[in-house]
């Protein structure tokens, strides 16, 4: 594992126990939850993941979403 100290232009921040506003992935999950696969039903595990993996390559097709979803003002 590497140490911080390892990398002089790193800082390492500590986020609050629960913060998803400052979690990316949380916003990526919402967005895909509301616009991909809200309101649907499965018939079994293979469907979920068939599902997931379609959504997932509906997000990263759109490179501007991304980077509005991930990005943070520093």
């Keep these: 594992m590497e140490c911080a100290d390892d990398f002089p232009n790193l800082s390492l921040i500590k986020l609050p126990p629960y ?3 400052l979690n990316p992935i949380e916003q990526v999950w919402s967005w ?3 616009h991909v696969l809200a309101n ?3 018939k079994d595990y293979d469907d979920i993941l068939d599902a997931c993996t379609s959504a997932w390559k509906h997000f990263i097709a ?3 979403r991304v980077m509005s979803l991930c ?3 520093s």
Excluded: A, G, I, N
């Design 71 to 73: 990005s943070r003002d």
């Design 62 to 64: 759109d490179v501007e």
């Design 32 to 34: 895909l939850r509301q």
């Design 19 to 21: 913060s998803p506003e």
């Design 40 to 42: 649907r039903s499965f």
